[in-house]
């Protein structure tokens, strides 16, 4: 065990402090990497305080990690001392199901495992990256091309994969019209995405308050959907709708505006059933879906998409003791557009 310094909490009603939490020894197929920055995800704040369903304490959380190799195990072909790397929302699988041998390990049959607040396969609980180091499989280590700027690549290992996932299976392209709701940390990677796929861009926000930014991010048109003309102007008018909010929304609204055989998909996660009008899917053949993150190939194509495309997501890089105020922050929707934690300072 290698021991290294983190933030943690101790309960569900805890704020994160500064401790120690130990590493397991570098194995035959493992790799050390020294973090340098772990972005804050929404998620990390519903699973540390155990909104999620019952966690393990002290939990150290944070899936969107990136630093550079410091040692591999003896059977690491994939990555090198020195190499820069990233760690995403998962780091381990059955990798025998057919949905891993699809390169789909997000949905292994036997649930993956989770970055942090998970049992691993060795029957340890996972603790994520807002540390100093982390230890990981290989097969579940991406590689951060050079192109993206360091500070900035931590938030697309889970905002920018997540985005990436559903407009790439749902064909987002040239002659595609794609609406994303919600403009924050998975919405403002969905329209730098999409927009570089070719599709014309459209952000359905409750207000126009950061219209400039969306547009500026490669958004084609904007609208509030506190204003009911949204939905009458907009009607059929979508192929795909990548809905990033967790809160609940009326979805026969938005369903509504889906054109023939058009999708919405849902990557934000309300903890409450949404009802649905069935009646609303018939018209123009509609489908309702939800996606998680995506596999480890599709996660590398993402981060060499984002490098081709000169993508990266809009940060405000933090120091470890501003974690709890962050939370808060993010909590208020007052971030843009995710925060970066500087690992350094932990
Ligand atoms: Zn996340
Ligand atoms: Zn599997």
Known sequence: MTTVRAYAAASATSPLEPTTIDRREVGPRDVLIDIAYAGICHSDIHTIRGEWGEVAYPLTVGHEIVGTVAEVGS??????????VGVGCMVNSCR??????AGEEQYCLEGNVGTYANVDRDGSITQGGYS???VVDEDFVLRVPEAIPYEKAAPLLCAGITTYSPLHHWNAGPGKKVAVVGLGGLGHMAVKIAHAMGAEVTVLSQSLRKKDDGLAM??????ATSDPETFRALKNGFDL????VSAPLDLKQYLGLLSLDGTMVNVGAPPEPLPIQVFTLFSNRRSFAGSSIGGIRETQEMLDFCAEHGIAPEVELIDAAQINEAYERVLASDVRYRFVIDAATI
């Open 241 to 244: 709708i990548v809905n990033t």
């Open 96 to 101: 025998e199901c057919e949905n891993c041998l």
């Open 218 to 223: 490669g958004a084609d048109h904007y609208y």
């Open 132 to 134: 100093q180091k982390v």
């Open 75 to 84: 059977d690491v072909t994939r990555h090198a001392v020195g190499d820069r």
